[in-house]
């Protein structure tokens, strides 16, 4: 069975903290994507990494960096948290690079940012 | 820029007929498209896909629809149930290497009224 697991559920960090989420799955998938979702703009990818040590910004990378160390973790980092990135934050991760390969989604992180 | 578009944030059907949820896309060079189901605290799952070679993707009580000429697709639920409550994402992708990235619409939110 798929399995996508996010560090936390909920999150509140004050302005200026340094924040990380932390997501792991096991199915020995190559490619890990961070989204955040918010209302009327539906998911947005800010980065994915389709191997380890590797990373490619997504649509929206600002004030976001990711880190691959093994394959089976993808973290994401906001170096000094602000209101807007309040949010909710998902995982994702797929099977292959280059085949049409579903993308498995965790449970989500909701971080709020004070 | 949003590639993909659902333009309608909010759909009530009645339990028993059908649900028909929407999606636009402007980038011609899309060729995959998948449809995701969310539920309220989790994160997205996969529903259904289709490949730009077909117009048609069928299973059970879910069917795709696309058509490539108007840059639209659309997801048909019949009959719906009470469990299909819960906000619908399309998204599109390439499907040449390095592209594994999906772009997702806005959601629609569809209740099924018993």
């Known amino acids: ?114 | 820029d949003q590639q993909v578009k659902q333009n309608s944030p909010s759909l009530s059907v009645q339990e028993g007929r059908i649900s028909i949820l929407n999606c636009d896309y402007t980038n011609s060079m899309f060729d995959y498209f998948l449809w995701y189901k969310k539920y309220p605290a989790e994160g997205p799952t996969f529903l259904i896909s289709i490949s730009s070679i077909k117009d048609k993707n069928e299973d059970g009580r879910f069917t795709v629809f696309l058509n490539k000429s108007a840059k639209h697709l659309s997801l048909h639920i019949v009959p719906s149930q009470p469990g299909d409550s819960a906000v619908y994402f399309c998204a599109a992708s390439l499907s040449n290497f390095g592209n594994e990235k999906l772009t997702f619409g806005t959601g629609t939110r569809l209740t099924i009224i018993p």
């Not at chain 1, 990380?20 to 994507?33: A, G, S, Y």
């Open chain 1, 1 to 114: 069975d798929v399995k996508v697991t996010q560090s936390s559920r909920y999150l509140v960090k004050r302005t200026g903290e340094k924040v990380f989420l932390e997501c792991v799955q096991d199915m020995d998938h190559e490619n890990m994507f961070w989204y955040r979702q918010d209302p009327g703009l539906g998911l947005r990818l800010i980065y994915f990494s389709y191997d380890v040590k590797m990373k490619e910004k997504g649509d929206i990378p600002e004030g976001y960096s990711v880190s691959r160390e093994k394959k089976e973790r993808f973290s994401l980092i906001l170096e000094s948290a602000s209101t807007n990135q309040t949010s909710m934050y998902l995982c994702a991760s797929s099977l292959d690079r280059g085949r049409q390969e579903t993308q498995y989604f965790g449970p989500g992180t909701r971080l709020l940012v004070l």
